[in-house]
């Protein structure tokens, strides 16, 4: 049973690029949600997709955008890259059941460490 | 709003030891989730116990149990025999019914002495 898998594992980027977090959900899992985690912090929400849509976002801007695929996985794109973007971004899955999927515990990947120059 | 607050930065146990994580919380919605993960050196954030509000019962998953206060909105981690496999950061965190973004405590690192 494949669980949350994210590429690539590390990045380095220059301020201004743009870069492209991958990250495929664990078996039965339909909800996809990224997380930003800052060195010494707690992960901060960024966004939820489901079926193929964002259902919900936290206080991040419209730089950070995402996709998700009919078959579930999920993209993290950010723009115009600065200093502060560096962090661990994490990718976890879960199932939407009824209106919410807040009693599905999230799954997590490894995360991807990004490092902005 | 909601907020999850961990008091502890730091704490260490000896090994076969009890310690206690403590953690806050705040919403204002009356069905929630809470939660523990462990995140290892490995990145990777793992379960380690989940509670739902509407249970009095404190849940426990082995060596790990909770102690839930719903009143005082407390939700304190209890690991028994403490072991080195045990050494990581843990997070506290609750996800609402009406939000779905699970929010995370900034984290205790947690050290086993042998």
């Known amino acids: 049973d494949a669980g949350v898998t994210q590429s690539p594992t590390h990045l380095i980027k220059t301020r201004g690029q743009q870069v492209t977090l991958r990250c495929s959900p664990k078996?039965?899992?339909?909800?996809v949600s990224w997380y930003q985690q800052a060195l010494g912090q707690g992960p901060q929400f960024i966004f939820q997709y489901y079926e193929e849509e964002e259902r919900q976002r936290g206080n991040f801007p419209d730089r950070f955008s995402g996709h998700q695929f009919p078959n579930y996985s999920s993209e993290l794109n950010v723009n115009a890259l600065l200093l502060g973007d560096s962090a661990l971004y994490l990718c976890?899955?879960?199932?939407?059941?009824?209106?919410?999927?807040?009693?599905?515990?999230?799954?997590f990947g490894n995360g991807t460490r990004l490092t902005v120059t | 709003a909601q907020t999850v607050t961990q008091s502890q930065p730091e704490m260490s146990v000896q090994e076969a030891e009890t310690v206690t994580l403590s953690c806050t919380y705040d919403?204002?919605?009356?069905?929630?989730?809470l939660f523990w993960y462990k995140q290892p050196p490995s990145r990777q954030m793992i379960l380690v116990i989940r509670q739902e509000a509407y249970k009095q019962q404190n849940a426990t998953e082995n060596r790990f149990s909770v102690n839930f206060q719903k009143a005082a909105k407390s939700f304190s981690l209890k690991i028994s025999d403490s072991q080195l496999g045990d050494a990581a950061m843990y997070f506290c965190a609750s996800v609402t019914y009406n939000n779905n973004d699970m929010r995370f405590g900034a984290g205790t690192r947690l050290t086993v002495k042998p």
């Open positions: 976890a899955s879960s199932h939407w059941t009824a209106r919410s999927s807040y009693n599905s515990p999230l799954h």
């Open positions: 078996s039965g899992h339909d909800t």
């Open positions: 919403t204002s919605e009356s069905d929630y989730y």
